[in-house]
Nanobody, 118 residues
Framework: QVQLVESGGGLVQTGGSLRLSCAAS????????MSWYRQAPGKERELVAY????????NYADFVKGRFTIARDNSKNTVYLQMNSLKPEDTAVYYC???????????WGQGTQVTVSS
């Protein structure tokens, strides 16, 4: 069955770094664009970063530009989010999202908690 399993979250101090991973299985990973979303308590889920299926196109929310980097390894069916210079406002549950626009299929991971202490 389809699985997106995030890992790498945790507690870090302001200015620190974390690297999130999302391991995919049960679908043709290389044909799906991948994104990272986040949701803080009491707030709506928001897009953080996007990467196209082949990895040639990336986009970032303004609030993470220059600090976060999304990457993927299609040979490992994994997408990453390198997060540097973390701020307390980055505290949220981070979700991995896969979408195939042609087939109109999408999947969500279960999320991983990131907490940045001040």
């Amino acid at each position: 069955q389809v699985q997106l399993v995030e890992s790498g979250g945790g507690l870090v101090q302001t200015g620190g770094s974390l690297r999130l991973s999302c391991a995919a299985s049960g679908f043709s990973f290389s044909t799906y664009a991948m994104s990272w979303y986040r949701q803080a308590p009491g707030k709506e889920r928001e897009l953080v970063a996007y990467i196209s299926s082949a990895g040639g196109v990336t986009n970032y929310a303004d609030f993470v530009k220059g600090r976060f980097t999304i990457a993927r390894d299609n040979s490992k069916n994994t997408v990453y989010l390198q997060m540097n210079s973390l701020k307390p406002e980055d505290t949220a549950v981070y979700y991995c999202y896969a979408r195939n626009g042609i087939r109109r299929l999408d999947y969500w991971g279960q999320g991983t908690q990131v907490t940045v202490s001040s």
